[in-house]
């Protein structure tokens, strides 16, 4: 089991940038692939991004695609995810994840720890 905890997110213009940061303890973070979801009011939670436990994999979902970069710092147990040209639509709760599964992660259910959730607010 690792703990995630989040940090960043706001208000932000269209158009503007944003940076979500996910810090996980424990010393076996390289051995985590880590993704970030996002949730909006009345809808499910849906994928955004994923990474591999070494960094090297990475894949995202399409309405994201040039516009978010997930990376990680094992060095430093944090998993992030640079947000820019937002748009309005991204607004939504952004939870951070872990799992031990290696592989082509894109399943809320493939996941087995979360972070608390940050708001991000994109305004028109």
């Known amino acids: 089991q690792v703990q995630l905890v989040q940090s960043g997110g706001g208000l932000v213009q269209a158009g503007g940038s944003l940076r979500l940061s996910c810090a996980a303890s424990?010393?076996?973070?390289?051995?985590?692939?880590m993704g970030w979801f996002r949730q909006a009011p009345g809808k499910e939670r849906e994928f955004v991004a994923y990474?591999?436990?070494?960094?090297?994999?990475?894949h995202y979902t399409d309405s994201v695609k040039g516009r978010f970069t997930i990376s990680r710092d094992n060095a430093k147990n944090t998993v992030y995810l640079q947000m820019n040209s937002l748009k309005p639509e991204d607004t939504a709760v952004y939870y951070c994840a872990a799992s031990t599964r290696p592989g082509f992660l894109t399943a809320r259910a493939t996941y087995t720890d979360w972070g608390q959730g940050t708001q991000v607010t994109v305004s028109s």
């Open positions: 424990g010393r076996t973070f390289s051995s985590y692939t």
């Open positions: 990474i591999s436990r070494s960094g090297g994999i990475t």
